[in-house]
């Protein structure tokens, strides 16, 4: 078993799913099990300056062996997994030498990941793909990125004649949330520039994401008997819906793809007197941002003209932004140095545009370019989510290029 691979099923028997809605980092307690783990992991295998926050930050620093003036590069991945789906108890099992077909995860329970559902199964033929039992997500988002960037860090220290500048690590807390970079010591992590290792199939790379925003609609109804109600009742449900049709019909998750942005009802609950929906707001485009912002408002501003002020409010707040802007047009060669680092291991780059966001985009925005790197995963935060083996280890491969040919820049 590859060192990679070990690493990464001894990370995933850590139950580390972030929670929405909490005020404090991490949003769950046990999300410091892992981080101890990982601290400890470092100071093991010979790291420096490692070192743990209080909220769940692990940094540490691999120290330079170049003789001459190097910047210090990073790598960040997140411990925690997505909320959507539990991460406890998972029952990783490698599905040897996948044969391109319908692959039984659970017999017992007829789970069964379909090639007709999950079409990126067939770039997989011939791979040995750890999969889960269906009963829980895998956490290959990002543990996988985590065990990568470990195993990249205990083959530099074990190899102190190849020569190369600072390589400091970062592994964050409850990035499912939208908080990873919220506590994220910029200045004391240490580098100049760094990667997240956090994205999907293998050669993905990526430095544009989505301008984000969460929007939240209370509605505040009347109820009034319906046998009498003409002329008075509001029925906040309705309004709700109202508010919802008032938006652009194809600028819908399920619609798009690309660059293009959408609006996104995440919940909707209420009665008659009461309704509250909460949606969130994305477009790559900074303008197309603002617009879909104001149309937001508007929508309001035109519901409570109907029925009467105040009957719908709306808050919005922003979430993060596009780090094209912050990666354009100074940082690009970090862009060249992974298609290039690719490029030599035989994996075709794979440029585009994250369709949501990472910590690399909130840490771009506090002075650390941080474009996103594969992990080499398939449909994360579901029980259907995958990794083969081999793409863990050519994803360390990849971060020891990039490390050496950053030292050569």
């Not at 770039?123 to 065990?147: F, N, P, Q, S, W």
């Not at 993060?320 to 802007?325: A, P, T």
């Not at 060249?336 to 925005?365: F, Q, W």
């Amino acid at each position: 078993m590859s060192k990679v691979l070990d690493r990464f099923l001894h990370y995933v028997s850590f139950d580390t799913q972030s929670m929405d809605e909490q005020e404090q980092i991490p949003s769950t307690e046990k999300q410091l099990v892992l981080a101890k783990i990982l601290k400890e992991e470092l100071e093991a295998i010979g790291a420096s300056q490692v070192r743990m926050s209080d909220n769940g930050y692990v940094y540490a620093v691999i120290p330079a062996t170049a003789d001459h003036p190097v910047k210090s590069l990073g790598f960040v991945a997140h411990m925690d997994t997505a909320p959507a789906m539990s991460g406890k108890d998972v029952k990783p099992r490698i599905a040897e030498h996948y044969d391109g077909k319908d692959l039984v995860l659970n017999e017992e329970k007829q789970i069964v990941m379909r090639v007709k559902d999950f079409p990126g199964m067939l770039d997989c033929v011939g791979k040995d793909l750890i999969v889960t039992d269906g009963t829980t997500l895998l956490g290959a988002d990002d543990k996988a990125g985590v065990a990568e960037i470990m195993t990249m860090a205990e083959f530099f220290l074990s190899h102190p004649e190849i020569p190369h500048g600072n390589i400091c690590i970062g592994f964050t807390p409850d990035e499912e949330v939208g908080r990873g970079a919220d506590l994220f010591d910029v200045e004391h992590f240490g580098a100049d520039v760094a990667y997240t290792v956090d994205g999907g199939p293998i050669g993905e790379l990526e430095y544009e994401n989505f301008n984000a925003a969460s929007g939240k609609v209370e509605i505040s109804g009347r109820s009034v008997h319906p046998g009498s109600a003409k002329g008075s009742m509001i029925n906040a449900l309705l309004v709700g819906m109202e508010f919802q049709a008032m938006l652009p019909a194809f600028e819908n998750p399920m619609y798009t793809e690309g660059y293009e942005g959408f609006f996104h009802l995440d919940q909707m609950a209420g009665d008659v007197e009461s309704a509250h929906l909460e949606y969130i707001i994305r477009d790559h485009d900074k303008e197309a941002f603002e617009q879909k912002k104001a149309l937001f408002q508007e929508v309001s501003r035109y519901l409570n003209a109907k029925y009467g002020e105040g009957t719908v409010s709306v808050t919005m707040k922003d979430s993060y932004y596009n780090m094209k802007e912050q990666i354009e047009p100074d940082h690009l060669y970090l862009i060249d140095t992974a298609k290039e680092a690719m490029k030599n291991l035989h994996i075709t780059p794979l440029v585009s545009p994250i369709r949501g966001g990472t910590d690399g985009a909130r840490l771009s925005y506090m002075g650390l370019p941080c474009p996103n790197l594969s992990t080499g995963g398939y449909n994360f935060h579901g029980r259907f989510e995958f990794i083969p083996v081999q793409s863990l280890e050519q994803m360390v491969e990849v971060l020891k290029e990039i490390v050496i040919l950053f030292e050569k820049m």
